[in-house]
């Protein structure tokens, strides 16, 4: 079974950047798509951006001009910055497989920002 | 708000049928997708591209998608499926939901 594995503060300042990982453990990191979606406490589910295998990525526009996803295929792990952090960014932060659809998730990381 | 529409909650008794639905403007030709999240838990994907399921989710599950409208049947309700559904449309969510099993 795919497992992913979110990892980084649980406490970022305001203003300072967000910096997450994903482990992927069970499943080739090469010719898939790997996504970053974020759930504030009690609300919906928002996609952040995804990164194809080759480096490529989309993001989201609300955020785009603050979001860098990079991934590092040796070491099976792709990662998110988020900078100039507020309080509207606190929310849980998932990792997932997929660009069109999500087939498996990470338990997920809060990240709240005080 | 998002651009997908789901009616915040649905009640259902045990072994009975739970329709969710999601509206939409934007499906057209695009294929919607669903997950469940029970609380605590990350999301679960339970349909992908209208109609497939997983491998690891039950039969008693199953989606449909006509016009601007698409829905997550549960059949045979039962306690353990209580939680929040979301449907998904390219990379927009909807709002969810609760799913109470009476």
């Known amino acids: 079974q795919v497992q992913l594995q979110e990892s980084g503060p649980g406490l970022v300042k305001p203003s300072e950047t967000l910096s997450l990982t994903c482990t992927v453990s069970a499943s080739s990191i090469n010719l898939f798509y790997w996504s970053w979606i974020r759930q504030s406490p009690g609300k919906g589910l928002e996609w952040i951006g995804y990164?194809?295998?080759?480096?490529?990525?989309k993001y989201n526009p609300s955020l785009e001009s603050r979001v860098t996803i990079s991934v590092d295929t040796s070491a099976k792990k792709f990662s998110l910055k988020l900078k100039s952090m507020t309080a509207a960014d606190t929310a849980v932060y998932y990792c997932a497989r997929g660009s069109t659809w999500y087939d498996f998730w990470g338990q997920g990381t809060l990240v709240t920002v005080s | 708000s998002s651009e997908l529409t789901q009616p915040p909650s649905v009640s259902v008794a045990p072994g009975e049928t739970a329709r969710i639905t999601c509206g939409g403007k934007?499906?057209?030709?695009?294929?919607v997708h669903w997950y469940q999240q029970r609380p605590g838990q990350a999301p679960v994907l339970v349909i992908y591209y209208d109609t497939a399921r997983p491998s690891w989710i039950p039969e008693r599950f199953s989606g449909s998608n006509s016009g601007n409208t698409a829905t997550l049947t549960i059949s045979r309700v039962e306690a353990g499926d209580e939680a929040d559904y979301y449907c998904?449309?390219?990379?927009?969510f909807g709002g969810g939901t609760r799913l109470t099993v009476l």
């Open positions: 990164i194809y295998s080759n480096g490529s990525t």
């Open positions: 934007t499906f057209g030709s695009r294929s």
């Open positions: 998904q449309v390219l990379t927009m």
